[in-house]
């Protein structure tokens, strides 16, 4: 059975829920409507589905559009080879979604890495700790409002380094400010 | 009172032991028990290979309870990513598995190749190639592995036997990009030069040479007594943790889980290959090291019949292309550049915007040596990546060891992070 017949399944099991899979290079992907729900039809695509292995959870920030937050999964069956995405949207107001830790246990570091680096809670995790980040830093820093300068925290010498396009990379420049040192993307906020 | 923990001994011989003595009365338990020690690991010692901290509580010797501590090396290479164009992002690849360099810049550029729908057009030179790079990659990173495994657990011979045949590969990779250590040897839609003359005549120099080194190695170790008391039955995964956590590479294939990305989900020319997975059998750190020594075998199997099959041959005689010809992924070359029009645009366009990319998702995990390397690409359109997520093998490998750890004693901590080779600036990214 391929990943759109799986998935198909899916869409049949749990109706509205599950929007028909769309496929771009070869991958299947499908939309959760309510995030809520996202452990039962995790549940059943580990059970029935036969989808054993959990690759990688990440996160997306759509800002400045609502929803928010996007959170993918994806997962893959080591008997079938094939893999599904699953993709939840999370608002803002909510940044909060249940775990999928009783499903697979690699999800554990995966979602605590996504509540470091995104803010996005996991309801359920037993230790939903910072991970990269030390424990007590103010910030989120894969937040599209967040600068790649990074912003000044208790440590100051640590996750913040001056805007200085001639002091190292990333060596980019966008279109619009008068000078060189406009147009690095560091000194730029969100906003402007 | 102090709570009375029960914890599994994974170690054959502690469990012999404990069911020898008989458990005294209730009473003497609690003096027997004391008290508990926290023991920081790291995270600066030699045996975590870097910066990883494990914060282990001990009874006497045996952990009860490990807390892992990463993130010592976290530099914002995601972060780094949304802000470039993806060409800009190869050299930040190198320092992901700074083992394996060439493996993981073939993983990034498959994986912005497959966003831009060309990832099985590859010109067939390109692709062996690029197998070449990921293979000597492995048996560098797996030579590494396996000699400082050995040390950790005291034969330090082995480092040296397999340091000196990496020093080998690091001069193949200077001759290849002029680099040893940071390659950046892959480009969007191809490599950045052909193989220099000569430079396959001495891959298959060294490949014949470093048989002998792993053989040499094996008689040094495989039935060493004292390697195989320190490894055997220690650090044991079963199947079904080991898919749970989501191991990946050596680490899960050698708890006997069939599970290889380039069998599984083939990619560039590994079709038309022949070569077996090695499997372990019971999981534990010697099934690991038995693993990582045979995927050197194969690796050296695989490279054999890519320069024997090569297209162009050695040398490149006929002239095989190996960058996709398509100017707008591709820079033209510099002659060209300064003489025609087209080539120009395309060149001002390449440098300044970035590969146009299409809108939309894609993932693609490499077999990478420590693992599934995966990249998770989310673009809505041209040169930079919204949102591009790195699932790191070492990663995702040491979210079991505060799961593994309790019941060992705290001497087996050096041989199972030993056996996990797991290289923290993939981890912290």
Redo the contacts between chains.
Sequence with gaps: MNSTELANRLHTKFGELVSTPTEFRGEVSVKVADAERIVEVCAFAKKELGFDYLVDVSSLDNYDEDPRWTVVYHLYGIASKQYLRLSVSVTEEKSELPTVINAWRTADWHEREIYDMMGIRFRGHPDLRRILMWEGYPYFPLRKDFPLAGKPSDLPEVAFSKAAPLEGGPFVTAPGGKDSIEREPRVRTPEN | MPEVQEITIRDTAAQAQTAAQSLPPAEDLQDMQGEKMVLNMGPSHPSTHGVLRIVLELDGEIITKAIPD??YL?R?D???AE???YT?FIPYTDRLDYLAPLANNVAYALAVE??L?IHDKLPPRCQYIRVICAELARVSSHLLGVGCFAMDVGAMTVFLLTFTEREKIYNLAEALSGARFTTSYTRIGGVSRDTPPGWCAAVRKFINEVVVNIDEVETLLTRNKIWVDRTKDVGVISRADA????LSGPNLRGCG???DLRK??PYLCYKDLQFDVPLGEVGDCYDRYLVRMEEMRQSVRLLHQCLDKIPGGFDNASKEPVNVADGKIVLPPKSKVMSSMEELIHQFMLVTQGVNCPP????F?HENPKG?L?F?I?SRGGG?P??M?I?SPS??N??ILS?LLPGHMMSDTVSILGSFDFVMGEC??
């Design positions: 990463v993130g976290h914002g995601e972060k780094i802000n470039m164009t800009q497959k966003l729908g898919i749970d956590f989501g889980v069939n599970y599984d989900q939309g998702e894609v993932y995990g599934e995966g998770y989310n930079t919204y949102r997520k699932r990663f995702v040491l979210s799961h912290d990214r």
